[in-house]
């Protein structure tokens, strides 16, 4: 079995990669970098959080998503604006070039989910949804170890 694990594991992750790229061509994708993926993802997730709410979310600290985000404004796909409740709180907001590359993301990631279910029969496809709501729910519960058995 960890044969044929490892074996999916690596063919889907070279497809994501594939289809990201392919995404990427004709949205502006491709020419952000894993981390600023991962902000925008967060700061669609969140609505409208502040440096402190994606740092929280993303588990890294909070100079770390200052300098994602300055270049992510600079890059024309998020902006800051200052809260009127707290002057000292700012919040980040996805413009509509992010907001459309999120689209894109989501359109193609459906695209491939269907791909995968049109090889499965009707009976395949719910233990397989299953299977991996079982799996998605360990890997949030507990992170694999690096350490090798």
Do not use: C
């Not at 949205?27 to 993802?41: R, V």
């Not at 270049?71 to 604006?81: D, H, S």
């Not at 200052?82 to 689209?103: G, M, P």
């Amino acid at each position: 079995m960890e044969k044929y694990l490892i074996e999916f594991v690596d063919t889907l992750d070279q497809s994501l990669k594939k289809l990201q790229r392919e995404v990427g061509d004709s949205s502006g994708f491709a020419k952000l970098t894993i981390n600023q993926l991962h902000y925008i993802d967060a700061i669609y997730t969140l609505g409208e959080p502040t440096i402190s709410e994606i740092a929280e979310k993303l588990e890294i600290s909070k100079a770390s998503v200052t300098a994602g985000i300055k270049k992510l404004i600079q890059l024309g796909y998020v902006e800051k604006e200052q809260s009127t409740v707290d002057k000292r709180v700012f919040h980040v907001r996805l413009i509509d070039s992010a907001q459309e590359l999120i689209q894109a993301r989501f359109q193609a990631l459906h695209e491939y989910g269907e791909f995968v279910r049109a090889a499965l029969s009707e009976e395949e496809a719910r233990q397989f949804q299953m299977t991996l709501a079982k799996i998605v729910q360990l890997f949030k519960n507990e992170q694999p170890s690096r350490k090798h058995p």
